[in-house]
Nanobody, 122 residues
Framework: QVQLEESGGGSVQAGGSLRLSCAAS????????MGWFRQAPGKEREGVAR????????WYNLSVKGRFTISKDNAKNTLYLQMDSLKPEDTAMYYC???????????????RGQGTQVTVSS
């Protein structure tokens, strides 16, 4: 069982930055992949970014590529999402997720946190 807890959400103006953190109850290298997905009101969940534990390879949704950076600190068992140049359309609840098998969408990863709200005003 892996427990995940997000933090770092908040309200920011367009163009601003936030860094989300996800503290894991087990070593971040114990799961094969970790990532972030989001859900805005009235919209479906969508994967935002993912990182593979063994290779460090990353994947980003095209809508955030070049603005968001996913990283992890194995020593602190923490996953991060640095979000720069935020846009109002980035407003959503952001969830951290992890899985032992990566052959699925981020939104379907086995373990997920409770989420942290990000609100971007214009």
């Amino acid at each position: 069982q892996v427990q995940l807890e997000e933090s770092g959400g908040g309200s920011v103006q367009a163009g601003g930055s936030l860094r989300l953190s996800c503290a894991a109850s087990s070593p971040t290298y114990s799961t094969a992949c970790m990532g972030w997905f989001r859900q805005a009101p009235g919209k479906e969940r969508e994967g935002v970014a993912r990182i593979l534990t063994d290779s460090g390879r990353t994947w980003y949704n095209l809508s955030v590529k070049g603005r968001f950076t996913i990283s992890k600190d194995n020593a602190k068992n923490t996953l991060y999402l640095q979000m720069d140049s935020l846009k109002p359309e980035d407003t959503a609840m952001y969830y951290c997720a992890a899985a032992f098998l990566c052959d699925r969408a981020i939104v379907d990863y086995t373990y997920r946190g409770q989420g942290t709200q990000v609100t971007v005003s214009s």
